[in-house]
């Protein structure tokens, strides 16, 4: 039974420990032919990896992704070849020794004891596969999985921080890369670097709410029932360290809405195509896209490594506190925005694979 791995037809088996050698993942089922580019790979790893601001932690890796198989030149070019794919990462900078005071003890809010409770044993240093370094792999994933859906955009962005919210109506996708947090809102990001400057500095941590939204989508993809597009979004999110909800479209605010209000109210176009009046629906119904924006958020908890002493409980049941040294993000949701934009990407690429398969 293996629980590493996504995907049906687009399928990604992860693999390694934060403190391992190296962490990697194998892409089965990429259609050949497809062009890769190892620095485009790369680019997408260098938003997510650790260390290039104050605001993530200052673990130091390179996050330099190798290509093992799956890929040869031909005409020139490298191309995919139909075969798995395998990418490995190496870890270069692990402090192993920072974890040795909490080897017996379970971190709150973290999945020591869960881990420990299943498996009968866990890796304290850093967390093992319930780190957020193994999202790593996925982002190279991510990467390859954009190139079996030409035509659809993805982006993503941190919409909040905490108690500050960004104002939609200064929504701007150009200012995603002008600071620290993917914030679209420039006032919001500036008020968002003091924020976190003194809970960083405090030794604590702030959760965190990202959006994903996948242009370019065309109706059709995804199954009713139970094989739903935004069933598999909401499971690929929520499988991402760290991630305790998940939205679709309106989400939770559908609760205070009318019919009136929810319905997305339909026009023919002057193109001969239907145009949607609103997307309530985050440009999915009855779990198959409807040909508008793919509109998706989750949210990211604290980092539950932390400085502050906090009560909890050790392997032989003994009453402790527990506070986390090392080196960890005051808000993991940061770097949780290359990640979603990935999950998003692997998604969409194995539902279209599948609508191709059924319906040609």
Same mark, same amino acid.
Not at 73 to 91: C, K, Q, R, S
Not at 145 to 161: C, N, T, W, Y
């Given at each position: 039974m293996s629980h590493n791995s996504f995907g049906?037809?687009?399928?990604?088996?992860?693999?390694?420990?934060?403190?391992?050698? %190296? $962490?990697?993942?194998?892409?089965?089922?990429? /259609? /050949?032919?497809?062009? !890769?580019? !190892?620095?485009? @790979?790369?680019?997408?790893?260098?938003?997510?990896?650790?260390?290039?601001?104050?605001?993530?932690?200052?673990?130091?890796?390179?996050?330099?992704?190798?290509? $093992?198989?799956?890929? *040869?030149?031909?005409?020139?070019? $490298?191309?995919?070849?139909?075969? /798995?794919? =395998? *990418?490995?990462?190496?870890?270069?900078?692990?402090? +192993?020794?920072?974890?040795?005071?909490?080897? %017996?003890?379970?971190?709150?809010?973290? %999945?020591?004891?869960?881990?420990? =409770?299943?498996?009968?044993?866990?890796?304290?240093?850093?967390?093992?596969?319930?780190?957020?370094?193994?999202?790593?792999?996925?982002?190279?994933?991510? =990467? @390859?999985?954009?190139?079996? @859906?030409?035509? !659809? +955009?993805?982006?993503? %962005?941190?919409?909040?921080?905490?108690? @500050?919210? *960004?104002?939609?109506?200064? &929504?701007? &996708?150009? =200012?995603?890369?002008?600071n620290p947090f993917f914030c679209p809102d420039r006032d919001a990001a500036k008020e968002m670097e003091t924020y976190l400057d003194g809970i960083r500095k405090s030794g604590s941590s702030i959760g965190a709410v990202i959006e994903v939204v996948a242009d370019g989508v065309p109706a059709g993809w995804g199954a009713p029932i139970y094989g739903k597009l935004d069933a598999d979004i909401a499971a690929a999110f929520m499988s991402i360290n760290a991630v305790k909800g998940v939205e679709i479209g309106d989400g939770m605010a559908v609760a205070r809405l009318t019919g009136e209000q929810n319905a997305d109210e339909m026009r023919m176009g002057n193109d001969g195509k239907p145009v949607f009046l609103a997307n309530h629906a985050g440009g999915i119904l009855g779990g198959i896209s409807t040909g508008q924006p793919v509109v998706a958020r989750f949210a990211v908890k604290p980092t539950s490594s932390i400085l502050t002493p906090r009560k909890s409980i050790d392997r032989a049941g003994n009453d402790v506190e527990v506070s986390t040294k090392g080196r960890h993000d005051p808000c993991v949701g940061i770097r949780a925005v290359p990640i979603g934009e990935a999950m998003m990407a692997c998604v969409l690429a194995d539902h279209y694979l599948r609508h191709r398969g059924q319906i040609g």
């Open positions: 049906h037809l687009f399928r990604v088996t992860t693999f390694g420990e934060s403190h391992g050698p %190296a $962490l990697g993942c194998v892409v089965d089922g990429c /259609p /050949p032919l497809l062009p !890769v580019n !190892v620095a485009e @790979i790369q680019a997408y790893l260098d938003k997510r990896k650790p260390g290039q601001s104050k605001f993530t932690t200052q673990r130091r890796e390179a996050d330099e992704v190798k290509i $093992l198989s799956g890929t *040869m030149e031909h005409d020139g070019v $490298l191309v995919t070849t139909g075969t /798995p794919i =395998a *990418m490995l990462i190496e870890n270069t900078d692990q402090r +192993s020794k920072d974890y040795s005071e909490i080897e %017996a003890k379970y971190r709150p809010g973290h %999945a020591d004891y869960t881990y420990e =409770a299943k498996y009968g044993l866990r890796d304290h240093r850093g967390g093992g596969r319930s780190s957020a370094r193994e999202t790593a792999a996925r982002v190279a994933a991510g =990467a @390859i999985a954009r190139k079996v @859906i030409p035509g !659809v +955009s993805i982006r993503a %962005a941190l919409v909040q921080m905490g108690e @500050i919210e *960004m104002d939609r109506s200064r &929504w701007d &996708w150009n =200012a995603v890369d002008e």
